[in-house]
């Protein structure tokens, strides 16, 4: 029987590469891939608004190439070729919707509340949470983990026929 022990990412990769060179050029153009084909699905189940803004507005890309862009999720990561999601802002008020706020003047202060309150003018009455990108990311997770373990797959016989 075989056991496998991991102590991190730093490892693996040097232990894969030693075992296959080109191993991170695949796997790096699989994840991108992967983004792309996670940003076009979650744009196909997006809210579209009346200005299609926002769905035109998610794109998946490396994270080195966006540092400063909104990302869904803020994980850190030591992977130099991370691929993430990203969106406008509003991404957050869609995926999960917004309890009724004040949004007249001095609306955060107990008194504004109340005055928005008793006027009914000022008062946002919330947003239905629209779910469509993690519902979207955990239907594909088998399918990018495949594609990402058949780019190892590939880098790994090519290094044992040459």
Sequence with gaps: MMSAQLKGRESLMRRLNLLAPNVEKYTAEAKLKAADMLADEIRARAPTGVTLDYMESLDGDLLTSRPAQER????ATKDPQ????????????LEFGTAPHSTAKGGGTVIGKKQALANKTGMHPGAVAQ???????????PKIRRMILAAVNKAVREARRG
Excluded: E, L, S
């Excluded at 869904?72 to 994980?75: D, G, L, Q, T």
């Excluded at 990203?86 to 991404?91: G, Q, T």
């Excluded at 779910?131 to 997770?141: C, E, G």
């Design 82 to 93: 991370a691929t993430g999601i990203f969106a406008r802002f509003i991404w957050r008020f």
């Design 72 to 75: 869904v999720n803020i994980a």
């Design 131 to 141: 779910p469509h990108i993690f519902p979207t990311y955990r239907a594909m997770k």
